[in-house]
Antibody
Framework: QVTLRESGPALVKPTQTLTLTCDFS??????????VSWIRQPPGKALEWLAR???????YYSTSLQSRLTISKDISKNQVVLTMTNMDPVDTAMYYC?????????????WGQGTLVTVSS | QSALTQPASVSGSPGQTITISCTGS?????????VSWYQQYPGKAPKLMIF???KRPSGVSNRFSGSKSGNTASLTISGLQAGDEADYYC??????????FGTGTKVTVL
């Protein structure tokens, strides 16, 4: 059974760096074709894809946010970590991690419940 | 990368068939067979309903179907039920090796 769970600070101040952790089970990021992404959703707004990390450590980032994002994995802990620098109130959102469908990597098959991050001074 | 365009809302009566459109460009929807659809209830995480344009994950009702023509993909819900009332988002892989989501559609069952 695949599960993912996000964790991180509920409140960050503007200009601070956000670090989010995705703890997962039911699969390993050492297994070929396994990939995990981060996706966010501001309150009342649409989903926005942020980043993806693959089993072979390939990494992909949103074009508009790539200068602020870093995605990494800790195989021993079954974790994927996302850092976002220079946080701004517009970054207030629910942040989800999701495992990609392993055939074509085209869709997000399993999702965590999300963690709400508010950016405010 | 601009969000894919979806109608803000679609409604129908129980038993009816509705279709939600998702319009992109040749760099995303039109260029790949990698469109997916997600159902999201308030306060809940999205759920994958359709992937690779037409495929249904195990456990998803066959009342949900997907298609694509040119730069526009569509999600069709047949035999509309009260439990289908939710927000729906499309997504596509892009030529930049990224992903883009749609603007979202609220489905209301009258």
């Amino acid at each position: 059974q695949v599960t993912l769970r996000e964790s991180g600070p509920a409140l960050v101040k503007p200009t601070q760096t956000l670090t989010l952790t995705c703890d997962f089970s039911g699969f390993s990021l050492t297994t070929s074709r396994m990939c995990v992404s981060w996706i966010r959703q501001p309150p009342g707004k649409a989903l926005e894809w942020l980043a993806r990390i693959d089993w072979d450590d390939d990494k992909y980032y949103s074009t508009s946010l790539q200068s602020r994002l870093t995605i990494s994995k800790d195989i021993s802990k079954n974790q994927v970590v996302l850092t976002m620098t220079n946080m701004d109130p517009v970054d207030t959102a629910m942040y989800y991690c999701a495992r990609l469908e392993s055939g074509t990597y085209s869709s997000f098959e399993y999702w965590g419940q999300g963690t709400l991050v508010t950016v405010s001074s | 990368q601009s969000a894919l365009t979806q109608p803000a809302s679609v409604s129908g009566s129980p038993g009816q068939t509705i279709t939600i459109s998702c319009t992109g460009s040749s760099s995303d929807v039109g260029g790949y067979a990698y469109v997916s659809w997600y159902q999201q209830y308030p306060g809940k995480a999205p759920k994958l309903m359709i992937f690779d344009v037409t495929k249904r994950p195990s456990g998803v009702s066959n009342r949900f179907s997907g298609s694509k023509s040119g730069n526009t993909a569509s999600l069709t819900i047949s035999g509309l039920q009260a439990g289908d009332e939710a927000d729906y988002y499309c997504s596509s892989y892009t030529s930049s090796r990224t992903y883009v989501f749609g603007t979202g559609t609220k489905v209301t069952v009258l």
